[in-house]
Structures are given as C-alpha cells and as structure tokens.
C-alpha cells in the first residue's frame, strides 16, 4: 500500500480492530519528512452492494445549502 499523501511504499500498520461487520486499520507512514496517519475500513463483498446503494442514495437526496429554500427532512 503507498501513502496517499507522499506516495512513499513505506508503510505500517499500527491498530487492527474487528469490529461487527468490517475492520479497521490504522495505517502510518514511514516517511520521516511524511508521517501521515489515516485509517482504512475493510468490509464483506456481501455488504459492498449495499454501500453503493446508500452512497448513490445520499448523491440523489443531496444537501440543502443555507439559501436553497428547500423544506429540511
């Protein structure tokens, strides 16, 4: 895996969690001029469906912005 920030291939895992239905990773980089931290979020092929399904949800649902006159939900 390489650092999203400095693309450096030096990376560590520093916590693995299971949790119900994914694990999460805590990643580091290795790059002293880096030392990026970020978290990665593992799930099931069979749940991969339906995240897709509410992420395309909240695309369609969208967000009312401050002058949009839209009645909130």
Known sequence: MKCPMCGQESVTTVDTRN????????????????????STIEIDTSQW??????QEHRKQRGRPRKNDEREPR
């Open 19 to 38: 949790e119900d239905d994914c694990i999460i990773r805590r990643k580091h980089c290795l790059n002293k001029e880096c030392d990026y931290r970020w």
């Open 49 to 54: 469906y339906s995240a897709l399904q509410i």
